[in-house]
């Protein structure tokens, strides 16, 4: 079944225009007739038409629907309607156009948004339906923007944001995979020598007679341990893995280990640089599209991966709305004391929302320091590491090999 818009005439020559139902043009006309009505214009409702092909599918359209949205698909469309906006578009017809131009998910995310602007619901309200796809910052904002109709800068503001906070992301987990590749690449190597390498001269100086020297027998005996327990040390492997993860599902375990994080050295100065960052962009961002700062700080908060960090926001938020100064808030564990002093410069002036910029520059030039020196100080532990493990191992081979020569 097919949806028309319609526009007729009735018999008194007045014109009326509304939706109906059919299998094809002519049905159509036909119950309009019926009606008393006499067809002007009669076209297929784009969103049903839309809908319809979309609902034509297959197994690659049902595999794209079960796949996540990505960042670059909410970019592109907060980015593509702020500039059809601009340009004059009403905001039904531009959705229309994007809809056509996703894949996937995202775009029964438009239908379904379009749909509810269309039943006459706001853009919030129907951006606000989708929490799993879009953030509560990008509702906050477009429920901000609707009072002062300036809908397309926030749009463009919640792309901005979307993309700061994804490239902070790439920077940290960049930062983070060095050293969690040099650790797997050693653990590999330590595996590999344990498994095939020392089976095989265990037998070989099993064959020669001798006895292996000190140095020698431990290797072998650290061979056969992990050999002949194999089994229960991956048990205990994966049932620590099950507690760490039960224990930092929780909480109060989450918190302690985000706490004992921000104390390690270089990660946890590139962690709280990063949450920094993140949170003087926000604020000053957030305060641009007219968000109360308490609101603000909850949305910061509710974002900030840092847990420890978080809970220091979200309690400064609190007391703000129990009228205590902003800048007083955050003297808190996880706020660094720089940004700290800021917000009292920012807010004895009246300049938060420019000052916030500036250190939001800073604490992004700050985090590419840190992500670098976490780089500059992985290599050289790596190589001591992964040499370190191949290093004993052929200071117990060629120790059994001279021994072996000296008794011969």
Not at 196 to 207: A, D, G, T, V, W
Not at 222 to 248: D, P, Q, R
């Amino acid at each position: 079944m097919k949806v028309f818009n319609y526009s007729a005439l009735d018999e008194s020559g007045d014109e009326q225009k509304g939706m109906i139902e059919g299998v094809d043009q002519t049905i159509a006309v036909q119950q309009l007739r019926r009606r008393g009505l006499y067809v002007v214009q009669l076209e297929e409702d784009q969103e049903s038409k839309q809908e319809e092909e979309f609902n034509k599918k297959d197994a690659w359209t049902d595999l794209a629907e079960l796949m996540p949205v990505t960042n670059a698909n909410k970019i592109f469309f907060f980015k593509q309607l702020a500039l059809m906006l601009r340009s004059g578009i009403a905001i039904t017809e531009a959705i229309d156009i994007i809809t056509r131009m996703q894949k996937g998910r995202m775009r029964r995310v438009s239908i379904a948004i379009n749909r509810s602007i269309k039943s006459g619901e706001s853009f919030s309200s129907a951006i606000g339906k989708h929490k799993s796809v879009f953030p509560h910052v990008a509702v906050q904002m477009i429920h901000s923007a609707e009072t002062s109709g300036e809908i397309d800068i926030a749009l463009l503001r919640i792309a901005d944001y979307m993309e700061h906070k994804s490239e902070l992301k790439k920077q940290v987990t960049s930062a983070m995979m060095y050293p969690a590749f040099t650790l797997l690449s050693a653990i590999g190597v330590f595996i590999f020598l344990l498994v095939y390498i020392i089976p095989k001269f265990q037998e070989f100086l099993l064959n020669s007679g001798k006895q292996p020297p000190p140095a020698t027998q431990l290797m072998i005996d650290i061979g056969n341990f992990f050999n002949n327990n194999w089994l229960f040390i991956l048990i205990g492997i994966c049932l620590t893995v099950f507690a760490f993860v039960m224990f930092y599902r929780k909480p109060q375990g989450r918190m302690t280990f985000d706490n004992t994080v921000l104390a390690i050295p270089v990660i946890g100065g590139t962690i709280s640089a990063a949450s920094m960052a993140q949170l003087s962009w926000g604020m000053s961002m957030l305060l641009k599209s007219g968000i109360p700062v308490v609101e603000a700080l909850r949305i910061i908060a509710d974002m900030t991966g840092n847990k420890m960090i978080a809970k220091s926001i979200d309690d400064a938020s609190g007391d703000v709305m129990h009228g205590k100064d902003l800048s007083a808030s955050f003297s808190r564990h996880g706020i660094a004391t720089l940004l700290h002093q800021l917000m009292i410069v920012g807010e004895r002036s009246g300049n938060l929302v420019q000052i916030m910029d500036e250190a939001s520059s800073y604490y992004e030039d700050d985090l590419r320091s840190k992500t670098k020196l976490l780089a500059n100080m992985v290599e050289p532990l790596s190589i001591i590491l992964i040499g370190g493990i191949v290093g004993f191992i052929y200071f117990g081979f060629f120790q059994a090999v001279l021994s072996l020569t000296a008794g011969a």
